[in-house]
């Protein structure tokens, strides 16, 4: 993994939803980059996955909103990442 950040901010009735320790927000970030990775066959560059109090964010660049869109859905199918913003660039 390239990058993990953890969201500043409170968790507001997330505690059900998201890890409580960074431990599990990094293994949760490893999760999701692995299936995005897998996915999309490897098309989002320098993706970094973020995990926090308010969620999942992706980040990176591809080519095309399709493979944009299949990151999202590999995202979305780990337990906890329901709650994402997809701020991958398509260039």
């Known amino acids: ?4 950040r953890v969201w500043a901010g409170t968790r507001q009735g997330l505690a059900d939803v998201l890890p409580e320790t960074l431990e599990e927000a990094e293994e949760l970030a490893v999760s999701i ?3 995005v990775q897998n996915e999309t066959g490897r098309a989002v560059a320098d993706l970094t996955v973020e995990v926090g109090p308010q969620g999942v964010r992706l980040k990176g660049r591809c080519d095309t909103y399709y493979t944009k869109q299949l990151a999202q859905h590999a995202a979305m199918r780990i337990p906890g990442g329901d709650r994402l913003v997809n701020s991958i660039e398509v260039s």
């Open 1 to 4: 993994m390239e990058y993990l």
């Open 33 to 35: 980059e692995r299936a």
